[in-house]
Structures are given as C-alpha cells and as structure tokens.
C-alpha cells in the first residue's frame, strides 16, 4: 500500500474538521488498508475533495461505476485510476454532461434516449455521434425544449399526448407537426390555459365537466365552445367564483 497511515488520516480528519461518525470509522479499523475496504462512500468522497493526491490509496475496484462517474465530474484528473470501458450509458451521460472534455474515451454505443437527452441538452456538439433511433417520445419532448434545433431529426409519432403538451407549452413554434387526435381532454385544457391561441385546434367534445370549468375560470372567451350540460355542481360552484357573468347558463 503506502506509507500513510490511519494515524496520518486521523490526523487529515481532524484539520479538515471531519465529522465525528467518520472520525469513529477510521478509529475503528485496524489499518489504512481495512479502511479503503470498508469506508462507506460518502466518506471516500469528503477524502477525495480533500486530499486528491492520495487518490491510490482507495480501493477503486470496489466502487460502483455510477459513483466513480460522480467524483470524476468534480475530479476528473482521477481518471487515471479508473478503467472507463467499465461505464455504461448512463455513466457516460451523467460524466459528459458536466466534463465533455471525456467525450474520446465514450463508447457512443452504450448510450440509450434518456442518456442523448441529458448529454445533448447541454452538449448540443455531441449531436454527430447520436444514434436518433434510440430516442422515444418522451426523450424528443424534453430534448427539444431546450435544443429546438434537433426538429429536423425528430420522428414526430414517436410523442404521445403528454410529450406534446409538455412541448408545445414551451415551443408553440411545432404546433403544426402535432398529431391534435393524441391530446385527451386534461392535456387539452391544461394547454389553452397557457397557449389559448390553439383553441382552433382542440377538440372540445374531450373536455368534461371538470376540465371546462378549470378553463373557463381563466380563459372566459371560450364560453362560445362550452357544452354546459356537462358541469356538476361542483364545477359550477368552482367557476361562479371567479367568471359570475356564467350564471345564466346553470341550468337549474
């Protein structure tokens, strides 16, 4: 191992201010080799961030490879320590999202829809090496509220009704690629609440009740497209308090 020992470790943890359970941990051990066997990995962390050049003192085989990609994204010079062919997609994403700079070591292949998603959010340059298959609906909606630009590369029916809602809030601009027919009547009306210049667009017969009133309670012009047989009382007493003028079609 090396000549450092567990005294010189207790004597780290004590001018860096460890806190007592890691403290208690290493008293506990007989040696700095049971140390690096046992250390919970919290503890192996706060030792990094404190002392990299000791790096060869842990023990890096017994770490999981999510939690080496983890410390490499605030150490990446540790490296060296680490057989990187170990990472799958996920490791990858979660590296090259903050340290594109390892992006000669991934193995593309690995990487599944949710990973391109994470890496090309904020690495839009990694976009050469995507496989764009892999990406679902759900992966596209996200993807393209942040990196617009990648529409061109988008198979459109891969999206359901949630992915475009969630996608139309924030870029109205794709509204003609959406299929209206997979929007139900709750992603309909949370929609008009925030992009109401899509009403020509709704199917009204797949608002209820519930759904109407919700709507109307903020965006009142719609009352011409209003089936008010539909509401209850409930949804009547939710309206009346905030659009009154509506009485006059309760039916009594």
């Avoid at 139309?168 to 601009?173: E, F, G, K, S």
Wanted: hydrophobic share 35%; aromatic share 18%; glycine share 2%.
């Amino acid at each position: 191992m090396s000549e450092f020992t567990k005294d010189n470790l207790l004597e780290l943890m004590r001018k860096y201010e460890a806190c007592k359970e890691s403290y208690d941990f290493v008293y506990s051990c007989k040696s700095i080799e049971e140390c690096s066997e046992k250390a919970p990995f919290e503890y192996i962390t706060w030792f990094l961030r404190k002392r990299p050049d000791l790096s060869y003192l842990v023990n890096w085989n017994r770490l999981s490879n999510i939690y080496v990609a983890y410390i490499l994204t605030e150490l990446p010079e540790l490296a060296i320590h680490y057989d990187l062919s170990k990472f799958d997609g996920e490791c990858w994403s979660v590296l090259l999202y903050e340290k594109p700079q390892f992006a000669d070591k991934c193995d593309w292949s690995k990487l599944n829809g949710i990973d391109w998603k994470y890496i090309l959010q904020d690495n839009p340059n990694f976009a050469k090496y995507c496989d764009w298959s892999k990406l679902d609906g759900t992966n596209w909606s996200d993807l393209l509220i942040f990196q617009p630009q990648f529409a061109d590369k988008c198979d459109w029916s891969k999206l359901d009704g949630e992915d475009w809602f969630r996608l139309l809030i924030v870029q109205p601009q794709f509204v003609d690629k959406c299929d209206w027919s997979k929007l139900d009547g709750y992603y309909l009306s949370e929609l008009l609440l925030i992009q109401p210049q899509f009403a020509n667009k709704c199917d009204w017969s797949k608002l209820n009740g519930y759904y109407l009133s919700q709507l109307l309670a903020v965006q009142p012009q719609f009352a011409d497209k209003c089936n008010w047989s539909k509401l209850d009382q409930l949804d009547w007493d939710y309206l009346l308090q905030f659009q009154p003028q509506f009485a006059k079609y309760r039916i009594k």
